[in-house]
């Protein structure tokens, strides 16, 4: 069989051959880690602009990393959102309850108690504080890393837990993988397995909220591996030429599966920045800092209220863990990276901030974290009453064919029927 | 040299012969190159070859294959994974607009000899996007090859042919056999390909021809028309149930083997077309069409059609979806008495 290449290899004299990059992570399983080349400012190096500011007047926020919370733990500068103690006690409460909430969920994976789980261990800040910024009222198109929305708009954690073991009380009827919940009564759109689908999505409710003159506005989450899918680059195009009230945000926790933030451009410049070539804001954030998450979508969120359109934030930050329970992390990243990490832990960063405030003490953090951990136990210890996953007899076969279309056609009727007398064939004493 | 090989090694084995082979065979797609892919097809490549030769992709899967066909116009024989079949339908464009037509629109000024590697089927608690068997989404595109094979030695020398072929190949990996043969039963211990006779593989350089469909078990009562998953799954009701039915493994689709087929379903008068993917426009109706164009006058009975059903792949309910033992029994038995 023919070789490749009828190639044209004769180069011109004088000329050096090409050559193609492959980027490379700054480190590997073993490596020791040093993130000294990363800048990390202090808070309001680059100082908050008015919300009316036009976007080719804020291009350096998109490389600059808004932060609020100094290493000493003290809250300073005009991205300080002086939000009130019970405030911040409600983010580092929601921030625990994510946490335990993960972990108990991680385990209950391993426990055989249902098929797949997926942790936002290390982003809480991402979710909550964005969740925390927005009206309640505001439509959400995450991406499957931010449960922490539905947990900071106080969606029922036995109901989550429901849909993770694809139980009899799953509100999807067991359909979907675990963890990708829709809960529209809650602004939370149905989620995809597939990648940064949600994002043009958000844009054309936003345009829709528009159209009927609503005053709610849309927000969007997808990872910074996801920002290369085409469908990121249509709804920042749809969103520039349209003025859309959208809220963009790029979760960059270092890591799409294996493969680091390089392969997703960020060699050359930030995700943030991808917003300067659309003429949109972009402004960069400390993910790991609460404060600064929430000052920068109120501000994003001000703007898209004023009909000043969409603005994209980068939330820089550090997957803790695997990315999901099908993935083992340690054979492709040094497992120094996690204690290295300079930007620390967001809950940890927001508990010493409100005990250096005086609001708060570690006694009371104790307590709290055993609330939030026996809230979670009882709430799966409710789930588990609606079952655990099994092979599908939680679900009558009937609810497959549900939904498909409104009205079922007699094609799916048929094979109703043919699933109906199967079950009866394979399990005669469970119908 | 053979070895006894999973569905896993034996891909992988094809793509290091070819990479050894040819260095224009490059091997790209979402972790694909440092961790060697998630479910480990390419591991060791990258070390291997380097990392020139099998690499990381963004994630995109439009991009991966419009650069693996500008590739290909370079000369090059780029060997794309999607890392799971349910997500190719955003590089949909680039297979049916482009590398499906290159040859034909420049009159073959350019070709496009490119091998897109799906992961495809269910039956690993995936959901709907993980889960999907999207073949007559590309049998029903002029222009592509569409291959599945059921076993490791196949795999391995499909893979070798598909690579070296000239023309674009959608190459489907049913996901649910990498380790073992899957028979169906998911509640009992999974078998692995150890001892399998398809499980030797030959080591080095070896071709299965592209077009070739295998009779995997002779017979005289009827013909099955399977692929994939489903050739084990048929061969172990066909056991149970005691009928001396022709197994055949079409291993292409497009281009597909029409004379066995032809052959077989004269000699039986009887023909089963089992597959996984949703019924309604599925490849079984394509098969089903031609079988009765060629064959009507030796059929005895109604063709039979086994398939998933028109729903899109369900979570929990998995296993009620999957065109099981109990539903291609029932359809045996439908087709003897007819
Ligand atoms: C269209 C599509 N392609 C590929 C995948 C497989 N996949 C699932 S998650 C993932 C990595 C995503 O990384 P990133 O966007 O950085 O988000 P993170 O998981 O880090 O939150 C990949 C490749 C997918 N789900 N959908």
Redesign the interface.
Known sequence: ???????DTAAPPNRPGLT?H?P?PPF?PGDAVDYSFLDIPPPDRIPRPDETVEARQVHDLAYGLVRVLGDDHEASGSWDPRLDPAMLLRMLRKMALLRAFDDRMFRAQRQGKT??YLKSTGEEAVAIGAALALDREDMCFPSYRQQGILLARDYPLVRMIDQIY?NRD?PLF?????I?YSAREYGFFTL????TTQYPQAVGWAMASAAKGDTRIAATWCGE??T????FHNALTFAAVYNAPCVFNVVNNQY????YPG???SERTTFAARAIGYGIPGIRVDGNDILAVWSATRWAADRARLNLGPTLIELFTYRAEAHST?DDPS??RSAQERQEWPLGDPITRLKRHCIARGIWDLERQEAMDLEVASEVASAQKEAETHGI????L??P?T???QD?FEHMPW??RE?CE??I???A??WPERP | MTASMTMTQALNSALAVMMARDDGVMVLGEDVGYFGGVFRVTAGLQEKFGKHRCFDTPITECGIIGAAIGMAAYGLRPVPEIQFADYIYPGLDQIISEAARIRYRSAGDFTCPITIRLPFGGGIFGGQTHSQSPESLFTHISGVKTVVPSNPHDAKGLLIAAIEDNDPVIFMEPKRCYNGPFDGYYDRPAKSWAGHPDAEVDEGYYRVPLGKARIVREGQDLTVLAYGTMVHVTRQVLAEHGIDGELIDLRTLVPLDIETIETSVKKTGRCMIVHEATRTSGFGAELSALVQERCFYHLEAPIERVTGFDTPYPHSLEWSYFPGPIRIGEALARLMRG
Do not use: C, W
């Not at chain 1, 069989?1 to 190639?7: D, E, P, R, V």
């Not at chain 1, 995809?192 to 990648?195: A, E, I, R």
């Not at chain 1, 799409?256 to 493969?259: L, Q």
């Not at chain 1, 996953?389 to 599908?392: C, I, S």
């Open positions: 069989m023919a070789k490749s290449g009828k190639t193609f492959v490379e590997r098929s797949f694809s799953d067991g359909r979907q993988l675990p990708l995809s397995g597939n990648l591996g996801s290369s899918e085409g469908d799409a599966i294996s493969t392969f997703a451009g099908s054979v492709y996953l099994g092979h599908g939680h679900q076969d609810t497959m064919f498909v094609h799916l094979q043919q699933a007398r199967e079950r064939l394979k």
